[in-house]
């Protein structure tokens, strides 16, 4: 498999701007996951997509932030009107749902946003 | 709601030595536990997983982890620490709610001295 990709590496804005990434999973996996990764910080749940439904938010995912699936394959996570304290590494994983839980996440290389 | 604690920011140990990284993990149920490692700049690698088969987990590049419920512990260890290893661990639980969704510990840092 070619692995998780994502769309920018790495994004730079000014504070107020909208900003939109991209994932793409590995194909076969119907499960994505959006995690941010701040620095010093381990990665925090943002939402989870089963195929095109996104089935979970975390409270971090303000109304600010909007994430899509529209087919089911790649995934997009959208900020608007972006604040400083959005900068931080977003990642993405995949997985291959396998009943009950536990199967192993396949994380993308992430997209750092530094908002100015 | 569950919980990782992992014990120690940064960890140094000299080429060739002991790596024992700690992570104490919370769950209302049996969870399921994994180890990732992140390169500089790179995103997360799995390293090993535990989903309650053997307690001793063997990964990759010579770590493995001991699950222990009485302890509520799943410690990272590896017999002999080469310059390659130096990068940020991370503990994480999953429940076995449906949703598998990660919660990370903080990370520790390995520094591998010559």
């Known amino acids: 498999d070619t692995g998780v990709s994502q769309d920018p590496r790495h994004k730079i804005t000014k504070r107020g701007q909208n900003v939109t990434f991209r994932c793409d999973p590995i194909?076969?996996?119907?499960?994505l996951y959006w995690y941010r990764q701040t620095l010093g910080q381990g990665p925090e749940f943002l939402t989870y997509f089963q195929n095109e439904a996104q089935l979970e938010k975390s409270r971090l995912l303000s109304d600010r932030f909007s994430a899509e699936r529209p087919k089911g394959s790649f995934s997009t996570l959208e900020i608007q009107r972006t604040e400083q304290g959005d900068s931080a590494m977003y990642l993405c994983?995949?997985?291959?749902?396998?009943?009950?839980?536990?199967?192993?996440?396949?994380f993308g290389p992430g997209t750092r946003l530094l908002v100015l | 709601a569950q919980s990782v604690t992992q014990l120690g920011s940064h960890v140094s140990v000299s080429e060739g030595a002991l790596v024992l990284l700690r992570c104490n993990y919370s769950?209302?149920?049996?969870?399921?536990l994994f180890w990732y490692v992140q390169y500089p700049n790179q995103g997360l690698q799995l390293l090993l997983k535990?989903?309650?088969?053997?307690?001793l987990v063997k990964g990759i590049n010579g770590f493995e982890a001991e699950f222990k419920k009485s302890e509520t512990s799943f410690h990272l260890t590896k017999p002999s620490a080469h310059m390659s290893d130096a990068a940020e661990y991370f503990c994480?639980?999953?429940?076995?709610?449906?949703?598998?969704?990660?919660?990370f510990g903080k990370g520790t840092m390995l520094l591998v001295s010559p």
């Open positions: 994983a995949s997985s291959r749902e396998s009943g009950g839980g536990g199967e192993t996440q396949y």
């Open positions: 994480a639980v999953s429940d076995n709610s449906g949703y598998s969704t990660l919660t």
């Open positions: 769950s209302s149920v049996p969870p399921y």
């Open positions: 535990y989903t309650s088969a053997a307690t």
């Open positions: 194909s076969e996996h119907n499960r």
